[in-house]
């Protein structure tokens, strides 16, 4: 567990509002100290235990009495992250993801949206007590670069897996494999394209918004890390996608973003979208860029593209 945590990052991975978040701070369930800029940092132990307290089940829970709880299976994640055994970690995704329970799957999006749980609920989080470990010296650099590794690999073996192996006919049988989830194009249409652009390098969020576009049956390129702006424009022009998304990780130079945000915004054509999200992606930047939407988690994007329908 990461030693403190955004009120973001603690909604998130409690499942809970941020003004919850807040509230549960004030009343003093969540131990909180403050940065010099006065935000609230939540300590992760306060977390774990009022997680343990619930005995809240979660992605990677088994059912009955020995189920492990949220905590545990982020740490577990860590664990196989840091044992390098991407198999296992993808294996782990796709079981339970084709373990919960699906009303009918009517929705395009039902599914998609328990992947996105598990992304937002346990996956991410594992790769930010990766940083913290590494943050506090307890992780060398080429332990975090091995872990992200890891993590990338299973990102692709789940996604070879929804192409090819059984969640293929679990998204069929649902009726939502088509690429038509958004609209009526044919299946070579490309629906969303993204990245990490200029000099973000941090591209995991992109790869994890591909896998959940194309559980929700959109037909995705996420571009990498690091995309110089005209390249992503080039990319734009050529797919003609209807969803752009840019993820931020580290932002160091925010007059810089906000200008590749202005010029990406600008030349999109009418009935494109361009949605951003990251943890770098602070309300006074937002303040300042240009989007059809901005959210916080995978949940959320789901949440817009529903809406959108
Ligand atoms: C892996 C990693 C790296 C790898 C990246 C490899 C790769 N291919 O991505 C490498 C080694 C390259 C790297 C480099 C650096 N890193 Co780094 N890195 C990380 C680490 C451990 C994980 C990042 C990650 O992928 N997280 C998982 C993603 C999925 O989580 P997420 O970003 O929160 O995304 C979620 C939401 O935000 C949301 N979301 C994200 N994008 C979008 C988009 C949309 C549209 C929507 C709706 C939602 C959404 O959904 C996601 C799922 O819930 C973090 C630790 C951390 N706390 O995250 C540090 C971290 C981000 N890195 C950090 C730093 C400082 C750096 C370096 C500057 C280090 C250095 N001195 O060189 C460089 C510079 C990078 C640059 N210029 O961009 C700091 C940033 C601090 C800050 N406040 O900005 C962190 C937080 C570590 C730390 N604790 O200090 N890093």
Not at 1 to 10: E, F, R, V
Not at 116 to 133: F, K, N
Not at 273 to 279: E, H, I, M, N
Request: charged share 20%.
């Amino acid at each position: 567990m990461q030693q403190h945590l955004s009120s973001i990052q603690a909604s998130r991975l409690l499942g809970v509002s941020r003004s919850t978040v807040k509230r549960m701070c004030d009343e003093g369930t969540l131990a909180v100290v403050r940065t010099p800029g006065g935000h609230r940092r939540i300590a992760g132990d306060s977390i774990r235990r009022w997680m343990n307290d619930r005995s809240d089940t979660n992605a990677f829970s088994q059912p009955g009495p020995k189920r492990r709880t949220s905590v545990l299976a982020v740490e577990r994640v860590v664990d196989m992250l840091i044992r390098g055994h991407s198999i296992d970690l993808a294996d782990a995704i796709v079981r339970r993801w084709c373990s919960v329970p699906r009303n009918g799957a009517d929705d395009v999006f039902a599914s998609a949206r328990s992947l996105a749980e598990i992304m937002d609920q346990t996956v991410a989080p594992a790769l930010w007590e990766v940083g913290s470990r590494w943050e506090s010296g307890r992780f060398c650099v080429y332990q975090e670069h091995e872990c992200t590794a890891t993590l990338c690999d299973a990102l692709s073996m789940v996604k070879q897996q929804m192409r090819t192996g059984p969640m293929l006919s679990m998204t069929e049988s649902s009726g939502h494999r088509s690429s038509t989830a958004i609209n009526d194009k044919p299946d070579d249409q490309i629906h969303a394209v993204g990245c990490a652009v200029g000099d973000e390098q941090h591209d995991v969020a992109s790869k994890m918004i591909e896998l959940v576009l194309t559980a929700a049956g959109m037909t995705t390129r996420s571009l990498g890390a690091a995309l110089p702006v005209d390249s992503l424009q080039a990319a734009i022009n050529d797919y003609c996608p209807q969803i752009v998304w840019v993820t931020y990780t580290c932002v160091q130079q925010p007059d810089s973003v906000v200008q590749i945000n202005d010029r990406l915004f600008s030349s999109l054509r009418p009935g494109q979208r361009l949605v951003v999200g990251g943890q770098a992606l602070t309300q006074s930047l937002r303040r300042q860029m240009r989007f059809h939407f901005a959210g916080d988690s995978l949940c959320h994007l789901l949440d817009y593209l529903v809406d959108l329908r």
